[in-house]
């Protein structure tokens, strides 16, 4: 049986990075990427909603599926096979995992314009994975 006070802590927490990512969505990519407080609290941010979906991805796996999943992007994977996401949206969160896993590892190359275009078009996908979560609870 799934958690559901763990699920719901964690979409709670999503949507408090989200929030703070929203005051840096008007910005003009040159403002942007000049503002190295900005490009990095938005790294650290991203790194924060990445890490709450894969705990709620990991729960509902091993809990619903009896699965341990190899990988963060096994994950996924394995939500959108069962049906709990639509697939594309598993596609697009596996992307964001191994993003996630540059960001972590190789933290310093990673290209900022990259981050100002998961900003103004992928946290979208953030929102689409809380929605399809939130039917379950």
Known sequence: MINKDLIIKKIEEINSFLDLLENYKDLEMDKFLND????????????????ACMNICSH??????????ESYGDCFKILGEKGIIDKELSI????M???RNLLIHLYSKVDDSEIYKILKQNLVDIKKFMQEIKKLI
């Open 97 to 99: 995992t191994k993003f």
């Open 36 to 51: 190295r407080n900005v490009v990095d609290a938005t790294k650290f941010r991203l790194i924060n909603i990445m890490e």
């Open 60 to 69: 509902i796996v091993i809990k619903m599926f009896n699965k341990i999943p």
């Open 92 to 95: 697009n969160l596996i992307k």
